[in-house]
Protein backbone atom coordinates (compact mmCIF):
# COMPACT_ATOMS: atom_id res chain seq x y z
CA UNK A 1 0.00 0.00 0.00
CA UNK A 2 1.65 3.28 -0.85
CA UNK A 3 1.30 5.62 2.13
CA UNK A 4 -0.84 8.90 2.09
CA UNK A 5 2.49 11.11 1.40
CA UNK A 6 2.33 9.69 -2.39
CA UNK A 7 -1.33 10.35 -3.11
CA UNK A 8 -0.63 13.55 -4.94
CA UNK A 9 2.64 11.75 -6.68
CA UNK A 10 -0.15 9.33 -7.25
CA UNK A 11 -2.48 11.63 -8.63
CA UNK A 12 0.02 13.71 -10.84
CA UNK A 13 1.25 10.10 -12.46
CA UNK A 14 -1.51 10.68 -14.94
CA UNK A 15 0.37 14.63 -15.84
CA UNK A 16 3.46 12.72 -16.04
CA UNK A 17 3.15 9.72 -18.29
CA UNK A 18 1.46 12.40 -20.71
CA UNK A 19 4.76 14.71 -20.73
CA UNK A 20 6.63 11.39 -21.27
CA UNK A 21 4.68 9.47 -24.09
CA UNK A 22 4.72 13.18 -25.60
CA UNK A 23 8.89 13.00 -25.89
CA UNK A 24 8.60 9.49 -27.33
CA UNK A 25 5.82 10.26 -29.79
CA UNK A 26 8.00 13.37 -30.71
CA UNK A 27 10.68 10.60 -31.59
CA UNK A 28 8.66 8.54 -33.48
CA UNK A 29 6.67 11.40 -35.44
CA UNK A 30 10.14 12.80 -36.30
CA UNK A 31 11.08 9.73 -38.24
CA UNK A 32 14.50 11.89 -39.93
CA UNK A 33 17.03 8.96 -39.62
CA UNK A 34 20.03 9.62 -37.37
CA UNK A 35 23.45 8.02 -37.79
CA UNK A 36 25.54 7.11 -34.81
CA UNK A 37 28.60 7.40 -36.56
CA UNK A 38 29.23 10.70 -38.02
CA UNK A 39 32.39 12.54 -39.64
CA UNK A 40 34.48 13.82 -36.41
CA UNK A 41 34.26 10.82 -34.58
CA UNK A 42 38.16 9.45 -33.51
CA UNK A 43 41.21 8.48 -31.73
CA UNK A 44 43.28 10.49 -29.47
CA UNK A 45 46.68 8.99 -30.03
CA UNK A 46 49.80 9.56 -28.25
CA UNK A 47 52.93 8.87 -30.22
CA UNK A 48 56.60 10.01 -29.12
CA UNK A 49 60.54 8.97 -29.13
CA UNK A 50 62.33 11.40 -30.62
CA UNK A 51 59.91 13.64 -30.67
CA UNK A 52 55.99 13.81 -29.58
CA UNK A 53 52.80 14.72 -29.78
CA UNK A 54 49.28 13.62 -28.75
CA UNK A 55 47.43 13.22 -32.50
CA UNK A 56 43.90 13.98 -33.11
CA UNK A 57 42.56 11.45 -35.56
CA UNK A 58 39.02 12.21 -36.84
CA UNK A 59 36.78 10.48 -39.29
CA UNK A 60 36.65 12.53 -42.34
CA UNK A 61 34.72 11.22 -45.66
CA UNK A 62 34.99 7.44 -44.16
CA UNK A 63 39.06 8.32 -43.42
CA UNK A 64 41.21 9.14 -40.38
CA UNK A 65 42.99 12.17 -41.22
CA UNK A 66 45.24 13.86 -38.26
CA UNK A 67 42.77 17.10 -37.75
CA UNK A 68 44.83 18.64 -34.75
CA UNK A 69 46.56 18.07 -31.19
CA UNK A 70 48.76 19.24 -28.85
CA UNK A 71 52.49 18.57 -27.75
CA UNK A 72 53.67 18.12 -23.93
CA UNK A 73 56.26 20.56 -22.52
CA UNK A 74 59.03 17.86 -23.18
CA UNK A 75 58.69 13.98 -25.11
CA UNK A 76 56.71 11.58 -24.07
CA UNK A 77 53.43 12.97 -23.29
CA UNK A 78 51.19 10.50 -22.51
CA UNK A 79 53.03 7.93 -21.08
CA UNK A 80 50.68 8.21 -17.71
CA UNK A 81 47.57 7.96 -20.13
CA UNK A 82 45.80 10.39 -22.16
CA UNK A 83 41.85 10.43 -20.99
CA UNK A 84 39.11 12.39 -21.16
CA UNK A 85 36.06 13.31 -19.02
CA UNK A 86 32.68 13.61 -19.59
CA UNK A 87 32.72 17.62 -20.21
CA UNK A 88 35.07 17.04 -23.23
CA UNK A 89 38.43 18.26 -21.14
CA UNK A 90 41.57 16.30 -22.00
CA UNK A 91 44.26 15.11 -19.48
CA UNK A 92 47.72 13.82 -19.92
CA UNK A 93 51.62 13.63 -18.25
CA UNK A 94 53.87 15.73 -19.89
CA UNK A 95 57.60 14.78 -18.93
CA UNK A 96 60.04 17.23 -18.95
CA UNK A 97 63.17 15.19 -18.66
CA UNK A 98 63.57 11.03 -19.90
CA UNK A 99 66.37 10.85 -17.19
CA UNK A 100 64.92 12.26 -13.90
CA UNK A 101 60.93 12.24 -14.68
CA UNK A 102 59.68 14.89 -13.46
CA UNK A 103 56.18 14.86 -14.38
CA UNK A 104 53.71 17.42 -14.82
CA UNK A 105 49.82 16.51 -14.83
CA UNK A 106 48.12 18.68 -18.18
CA UNK A 107 44.86 19.45 -19.50
CA UNK A 108 43.64 20.08 -22.78
CA UNK A 109 40.39 22.16 -24.29
CA UNK A 110 39.24 22.13 -27.24
CA UNK A 111 37.63 24.97 -29.15
CA UNK A 112 35.00 25.39 -31.92
CA UNK A 113 38.22 25.97 -34.16
CA UNK A 114 39.74 23.07 -33.38
CA UNK A 115 42.38 24.86 -31.52
CA UNK A 116 43.51 23.09 -28.01
CA UNK A 117 44.61 25.57 -25.28
CA UNK A 118 46.55 23.97 -22.20
CA UNK A 119 46.56 24.49 -18.70
CA UNK A 120 48.90 22.78 -15.48
CA UNK A 121 46.70 20.43 -13.59
CA UNK A 122 49.67 19.03 -11.21
CA UNK A 123 53.20 19.76 -10.77
CA UNK A 124 55.23 17.76 -9.72
CA UNK A 125 53.66 14.36 -10.22
CA UNK A 126 56.21 11.96 -8.54
CA UNK A 127 53.97 8.81 -9.16
CA UNK A 128 54.03 6.97 -13.12
CA UNK A 129 51.38 5.11 -13.62
CA UNK A 130 47.95 5.01 -15.21
CA UNK A 131 45.36 7.89 -15.09
CA UNK A 132 41.88 8.17 -15.52
CA UNK A 133 39.41 11.08 -14.55
CA UNK A 134 36.28 10.62 -12.69
CA UNK A 135 34.22 13.57 -12.23
CA UNK A 136 36.31 16.42 -10.72
CA UNK A 137 38.86 14.12 -9.73
CA UNK A 138 42.06 12.13 -11.42
CA UNK A 139 43.07 8.74 -10.02
CA UNK A 140 46.27 7.05 -10.63
CA UNK A 141 47.50 3.54 -10.00
CA UNK A 142 51.40 3.46 -9.46
CA UNK A 143 53.79 1.30 -11.49
CA UNK A 144 54.96 -2.01 -9.61
CA UNK A 145 53.73 -1.26 -6.10
CA UNK A 146 49.86 -1.23 -6.25
CA UNK A 147 49.51 2.14 -4.74
CA UNK A 148 46.29 4.58 -5.65
CA UNK A 149 46.46 8.06 -5.43
CA UNK A 150 44.01 10.97 -6.49
CA UNK A 151 44.10 14.59 -6.66
CA UNK A 152 41.63 17.30 -7.99
CA UNK A 153 41.04 18.22 -11.39
CA UNK A 154 41.88 21.53 -10.61
CA UNK A 155 43.29 23.66 -7.74
CA UNK A 156 45.82 20.49 -7.04
CA UNK A 157 48.36 20.95 -5.42
CA UNK A 158 49.70 17.62 -4.49
CA UNK A 159 48.79 13.78 -5.18
CA UNK A 160 47.29 12.37 -2.18
CA UNK A 161 47.79 8.81 -1.33
CA UNK A 162 44.37 7.09 -0.73
CA UNK A 163 44.93 2.69 -0.32
CA UNK A 164 46.82 0.00 -1.77
CA UNK A 165 45.97 -2.65 -4.23
CA UNK A 166 48.32 -4.70 -2.91
CA UNK A 167 45.95 -6.03 -0.18
CA UNK A 168 44.42 -7.60 -2.79
CA UNK A 169 47.40 -9.08 -4.10
CA UNK A 170 47.67 -7.17 -7.22
CA UNK A 171 51.76 -6.85 -8.14
CA UNK A 172 53.15 -6.63 -11.79
CA UNK A 173 52.95 -4.28 -14.24
CA UNK A 174 49.96 -1.75 -14.66
CA UNK A 175 48.49 -1.99 -18.26
CA UNK A 176 45.66 -0.38 -18.75
CA UNK A 177 42.42 1.92 -17.06
CA UNK A 178 39.01 2.78 -17.06
CA UNK A 179 36.31 4.08 -15.50
CA UNK A 180 32.08 4.50 -15.04
CA UNK A 181 32.32 7.55 -13.67
CA UNK A 182 31.64 5.86 -9.87
CA UNK A 183 34.70 2.78 -10.40
CA UNK A 184 37.95 2.98 -11.68
CA UNK A 185 39.12 0.57 -13.47
CA UNK A 186 43.14 -0.83 -13.26
CA UNK A 187 44.55 -3.10 -14.65
CA UNK A 188 47.51 -4.64 -13.08
CA UNK A 189 49.59 -8.56 -13.56
CA UNK A 190 46.85 -10.53 -14.93
CA UNK A 191 43.98 -9.19 -13.15
CA UNK A 192 41.50 -6.45 -13.37
CA UNK A 193 41.02 -4.58 -10.12
CA UNK A 194 38.25 -1.69 -9.24
CA UNK A 195 38.40 1.43 -6.99
CA UNK A 196 35.16 2.95 -5.82
CA UNK A 197 35.83 6.53 -6.02
CA UNK A 198 33.24 7.61 -3.87
CA UNK A 199 33.46 5.59 -1.05
CA UNK A 200 33.87 7.18 2.44
CA UNK A 201 37.37 4.87 2.72
CA UNK A 202 39.32 3.33 0.18
CA UNK A 203 37.49 0.87 -1.37
CA UNK A 204 38.66 -2.05 -3.81
CA UNK A 205 37.61 -5.30 -5.18
CA UNK A 206 39.28 -7.75 -7.74
CA UNK A 207 36.62 -7.69 -11.04
CA UNK A 208 38.07 -10.44 -12.72
CA UNK A 209 41.32 -12.75 -11.97
CA UNK A 210 43.85 -14.26 -14.81
CA UNK A 211 41.64 -12.55 -17.62
CA UNK A 212 45.06 -11.72 -19.71
CA UNK A 213 48.44 -13.71 -20.54
CA UNK A 214 50.48 -11.46 -18.27
CA UNK A 215 53.98 -11.24 -18.96
CA UNK A 216 56.29 -8.46 -17.66
CA UNK A 217 56.92 -5.18 -19.97
CA UNK A 218 53.99 -6.11 -21.83
CA UNK A 219 51.14 -3.77 -21.80
CA UNK A 220 47.42 -4.53 -22.47
CA UNK A 221 44.86 -2.46 -23.31
CA UNK A 222 41.48 -1.58 -20.75
CA UNK A 223 39.02 0.57 -22.39
CA UNK A 224 35.17 1.25 -21.40
CA UNK A 225 32.60 -0.84 -23.08
CA UNK A 226 28.34 -1.14 -22.86
CA UNK A 227 26.31 -2.61 -20.77
CA UNK A 228 28.10 -2.37 -17.14
CA UNK A 229 31.30 -4.39 -19.64
CA UNK A 230 35.32 -4.11 -20.33
CA UNK A 231 36.82 -4.08 -23.30
CA UNK A 232 40.25 -5.70 -22.96
CA UNK A 233 43.09 -6.10 -25.40
CA UNK A 234 45.10 -9.85 -25.08
CA UNK A 235 47.41 -10.15 -27.04
CA UNK A 236 45.98 -11.79 -30.13
CA UNK A 237 42.41 -11.00 -29.40
CA UNK A 238 40.03 -8.93 -27.66
CA UNK A 239 37.41 -9.16 -24.99
CA UNK A 240 34.54 -8.20 -22.89
CA UNK A 241 34.56 -8.41 -19.06
CA UNK A 242 31.22 -8.13 -17.36
CA UNK A 243 32.31 -5.67 -13.94
CA UNK A 244 30.02 -7.15 -12.08
CA UNK A 245 30.67 -11.39 -12.44
CA UNK A 246 33.42 -10.70 -14.32
CA UNK A 247 33.38 -13.34 -16.59
CA UNK A 248 35.37 -12.77 -19.74
CA UNK A 249 33.99 -13.70 -23.27
CA UNK A 250 35.93 -12.80 -27.03
CA UNK A 251 34.71 -10.38 -29.03
CA UNK A 252 37.23 -10.46 -31.09
CA UNK A 253 38.93 -13.59 -31.31
CA UNK A 254 42.50 -12.65 -34.42
CA UNK A 255 41.76 -8.85 -35.01
CA UNK A 256 43.23 -7.89 -38.58
CA UNK A 257 47.04 -7.52 -38.88
CA UNK A 258 48.80 -5.76 -41.73
CA UNK A 259 52.55 -7.60 -42.67
CA UNK A 260 52.07 -10.83 -41.51
CA UNK A 261 53.76 -9.54 -38.06
CA UNK A 262 52.92 -11.64 -34.96
CA UNK A 263 49.10 -10.65 -33.28
CA UNK A 264 49.71 -8.63 -30.42
CA UNK A 265 46.94 -6.27 -29.21
CA UNK A 266 48.23 -3.52 -26.97
CA UNK A 267 46.02 -0.49 -26.02
CA UNK A 268 42.84 -0.39 -26.78
CA UNK A 269 39.98 2.62 -27.28
CA UNK A 270 36.44 1.99 -27.70
CA UNK A 271 33.35 4.56 -29.36
CA UNK A 272 30.15 3.28 -27.97
CA UNK A 273 28.22 5.33 -30.22
CA UNK A 274 29.85 3.59 -33.10
CA UNK A 275 30.40 0.06 -31.90
CA UNK A 276 34.13 0.54 -33.03
CA UNK A 277 37.41 -0.34 -30.88
CA UNK A 278 40.54 0.84 -32.35
CA UNK A 279 43.95 -1.20 -30.90
CA UNK A 280 47.66 -0.63 -30.82
CA UNK A 281 49.26 -3.33 -33.35
CA UNK A 282 52.84 -3.75 -31.82
CA UNK A 283 55.04 -4.07 -35.11
CA UNK A 284 58.03 -1.84 -36.32
CA UNK A 285 54.95 0.16 -37.90
CA UNK A 286 52.73 0.71 -35.49
CA UNK A 287 49.70 0.44 -36.62
CA UNK A 288 45.91 1.56 -35.10
CA UNK A 289 43.62 -0.67 -36.71
CA UNK A 290 39.74 0.30 -36.07
CA UNK A 291 36.47 -1.58 -36.91
CA UNK A 292 33.49 -3.04 -35.35
CA UNK A 293 33.51 -5.07 -31.44
CA UNK A 294 30.71 -6.53 -32.75
CA UNK A 295 30.38 -8.60 -35.70
CA UNK A 296 34.33 -7.83 -37.39
CA UNK A 297 35.27 -9.28 -40.51
CA UNK A 298 38.82 -9.18 -42.33
CA UNK A 299 37.58 -6.31 -44.48
CA UNK A 300 36.11 -4.07 -41.68
CA UNK A 301 38.87 -2.68 -40.27
CA UNK A 302 40.86 0.38 -41.37
CA UNK A 303 44.31 2.24 -40.58
CA UNK A 304 43.43 5.21 -37.52
CA UNK A 305 47.19 5.46 -37.36
CA UNK A 306 50.36 4.68 -38.55
CA UNK A 307 53.89 5.32 -37.00
CA UNK A 308 57.35 4.11 -37.49
CA UNK A 309 59.52 3.52 -34.40
CA UNK A 310 61.18 4.73 -33.00
CA UNK A 311 60.22 8.24 -33.69
CA UNK A 312 56.91 7.55 -33.38
CA UNK A 313 56.59 4.92 -30.38
CA UNK A 314 52.35 4.91 -29.33
CA UNK A 315 52.29 5.93 -25.75
CA UNK A 316 48.29 5.80 -25.39
CA UNK A 317 45.18 5.33 -27.28
CA UNK A 318 41.83 6.73 -26.19
CA UNK A 319 38.54 7.72 -27.70
CA UNK A 320 37.88 11.25 -28.96
CA UNK A 321 33.83 10.73 -28.84
CA UNK A 322 31.37 12.12 -25.84
CA UNK A 323 30.78 10.20 -23.29
CA UNK A 324 27.26 8.76 -23.68
CA UNK A 325 26.90 7.61 -19.64
CA UNK A 326 28.49 7.76 -16.29
CA UNK A 327 27.66 7.47 -12.92
CA UNK A 328 27.71 10.63 -10.04
CA UNK A 329 27.45 9.85 -6.23
CA UNK A 330 26.63 7.38 -4.46
CA UNK A 331 23.17 5.92 -3.16
CA UNK A 332 21.39 5.53 0.81
CA UNK A 333 20.89 2.57 2.38
CA UNK A 334 17.51 0.58 2.20
CA UNK A 335 15.86 -0.41 5.33
CA UNK A 336 17.79 -4.49 4.33
CA UNK A 337 21.14 -2.47 4.34
CA UNK A 338 21.72 -2.09 -0.09
CA UNK A 339 22.37 0.73 -1.42
CA UNK A 340 20.04 1.57 -4.74
CA UNK A 341 22.01 1.88 -8.26
CA UNK A 342 21.34 2.69 -11.30
CA UNK A 343 21.62 1.33 -14.40
CA UNK A 344 21.21 2.01 -18.44
CA UNK A 345 20.83 -0.08 -21.53
CA UNK A 346 21.30 1.51 -25.32
CA UNK A 347 22.54 5.14 -26.02
CA UNK A 348 20.74 8.82 -25.96
CA UNK A 349 20.66 8.86 -29.00
CA UNK A 350 18.11 11.10 -31.28
CA UNK A 351 15.24 8.98 -32.80
CA UNK A 352 15.76 6.05 -30.89
CA UNK A 353 15.05 5.41 -27.23
CA UNK A 354 17.10 3.93 -24.18
CA UNK A 355 15.99 2.67 -20.64
CA UNK A 356 16.80 3.63 -16.95
CA UNK A 357 16.63 0.81 -14.37
CA UNK A 358 17.44 0.90 -10.74
CA UNK A 359 18.09 -2.41 -8.97
CA UNK A 360 18.34 -3.44 -5.03
CA UNK A 361 15.60 -0.61 -3.65
CA UNK A 362 13.01 -2.97 -1.53
CA UNK A 363 10.95 -5.10 -3.23
CA UNK A 364 6.85 -5.03 -4.38
CA UNK A 365 7.19 -0.91 -4.25
CA UNK A 366 6.94 2.49 -5.76
CA UNK A 367 10.74 4.21 -7.70
CA UNK A 368 10.43 7.86 -8.86
CA UNK A 369 12.67 8.76 -11.84
CA UNK A 370 13.71 12.07 -12.58
CA UNK A 371 15.30 13.66 -15.35
CA UNK A 372 16.63 17.16 -15.20
CA UNK A 373 19.24 19.75 -17.18
CA UNK A 374 21.25 20.25 -13.88
CA UNK A 375 23.67 18.79 -11.59
CA UNK A 376 24.31 22.58 -9.42
CA UNK A 377 21.05 24.13 -9.34
CA UNK A 378 17.61 22.65 -8.27
CA UNK A 379 14.98 25.11 -8.92
CA UNK A 380 12.88 25.96 -6.31
CA UNK A 381 14.93 23.33 -4.28
CA UNK A 382 18.32 25.55 -3.98
CA UNK A 383 22.18 23.87 -5.05
CA UNK A 384 22.79 20.54 -6.28
CA UNK A 385 24.04 17.92 -4.55
CA UNK A 386 21.61 18.46 -1.55
CA UNK A 387 21.82 16.64 1.66
CA UNK A 388 18.18 15.63 2.40
CA UNK A 389 18.73 14.89 6.04
CA UNK A 390 16.52 17.81 6.93
CA UNK A 391 13.31 16.13 5.44
CA UNK A 392 14.33 12.68 7.25
CA UNK A 393 16.57 11.09 4.70
CA UNK A 394 20.12 10.79 6.24
CA UNK A 395 22.76 10.12 4.15
CA UNK A 396 20.77 10.57 1.24
CA UNK A 397 21.46 13.05 -1.73
CA UNK A 398 20.10 14.65 -4.36
CA UNK A 399 22.40 14.77 -7.15
CA UNK A 400 19.77 16.20 -10.26
CA UNK A 401 17.05 18.89 -11.05
CA UNK A 402 13.59 17.79 -11.70
CA UNK A 403 12.45 18.83 -14.98
CA UNK A 404 10.28 15.53 -16.24
CA UNK A 405 9.25 12.97 -13.39
CA UNK A 406 8.09 9.07 -13.76
CA UNK A 407 7.09 6.18 -11.47
CA UNK A 408 7.32 2.62 -12.09
CA UNK A 409 6.80 -0.20 -9.78
CA UNK A 410 9.60 -2.22 -8.48
CA UNK A 411 9.74 -5.72 -9.25
CA UNK A 412 9.97 -8.69 -6.10
CA UNK A 413 13.84 -8.30 -7.16
CA UNK A 414 13.35 -4.70 -6.32
CA UNK A 415 14.43 -3.78 -9.62
CA UNK A 416 12.25 -1.13 -11.94
CA UNK A 417 12.41 0.04 -15.61
CA UNK A 418 11.85 3.28 -17.75
CA UNK A 419 12.00 3.84 -21.41
CA UNK A 420 13.12 7.86 -22.38
CA UNK A 421 12.13 8.59 -25.89
CA UNK A 422 14.69 11.26 -27.90
CA UNK A 423 13.54 13.16 -30.39
CA UNK A 424 14.94 14.74 -33.75
CA UNK A 425 15.81 18.25 -33.50
CA UNK A 426 19.67 19.99 -34.14
CA UNK A 427 19.14 21.76 -30.29
CA UNK A 428 19.60 18.70 -28.71
CA UNK A 429 23.23 17.06 -30.06
CA UNK A 430 25.42 17.38 -27.28
CA UNK A 431 22.88 18.50 -24.50
CA UNK A 432 23.58 17.06 -21.30
CA UNK A 433 20.96 15.58 -18.99
CA UNK A 434 21.26 13.94 -15.49
CA UNK A 435 19.14 11.07 -13.78
CA UNK A 436 18.33 10.12 -10.37
CA UNK A 437 15.77 7.82 -8.54
CA UNK A 438 14.37 7.96 -4.84
CA UNK A 439 12.57 4.63 -3.60
CA UNK A 440 9.59 3.80 -0.91
CA UNK A 441 11.58 2.11 2.30
CA UNK A 442 10.21 1.87 5.98
CA UNK A 443 14.40 2.73 6.94
CA UNK A 444 13.98 6.32 7.46
CA UNK A 445 11.55 8.98 8.58
CA UNK A 446 10.77 10.18 4.75
CA UNK A 447 10.32 7.25 3.53
CA UNK A 448 12.50 7.53 0.78
CA UNK A 449 15.59 6.54 -0.06
CA UNK A 450 18.05 8.09 -2.96
CA UNK A 451 19.81 5.93 -5.18
CA UNK A 452 23.16 7.31 -7.41
CA UNK A 453 23.03 9.52 -10.12
CA UNK A 454 23.26 9.17 -13.69
CA UNK A 455 25.14 11.83 -16.55
CA UNK A 456 24.33 11.44 -19.86
CA UNK A 457 24.50 13.13 -23.09
CA UNK A 458 22.76 13.26 -26.12
CA UNK A 459 23.81 12.64 -29.82
Not at 103 to 118: I, K, P
Request: charged fraction near 10%; proline fraction near 6%; aromatic fraction near 10%.
Amino acid sequence: MIPPRFAILKEAHLIRSCLHLCWSLAAALLVRPCSSQVDGDGWFVSAGGSGSYTYEMRLIGGQYQAVSGFTGLGSNPGSGGTCISRTGEVYFVSIFSTVNWPRSVMAAQRNTQGVYSLRSVLNPMTAAGVMEVAGDTLWLLEQYTGRVYSWPTHGATQATLRGDLAILGASGDVWGVATDGREVFFGMGDSIYAVDTVAPTFSARIVAGQVIPYAAGYRWGLAMGTCRRLVVGSRDRILEVDIDSGVSTVAVATPQLWGGYQPYVGFVAYNPWTDEVAYHQNTPYYLVPAGPLHGATSTSWRVAFSGVYPSQMLLSLSTTAEIPFQYIGRGCPTSAGREPRMLWSGLPLQGTAFSLSVRDTEPNGVAIFWLGTSETQWPGAGPLPLDLSFVGAPGCTAYASADLTVLAATDASGLATVSMGVPVAAILHGMPFFAQTASLTRGNALGLVTSDAVAGRIR
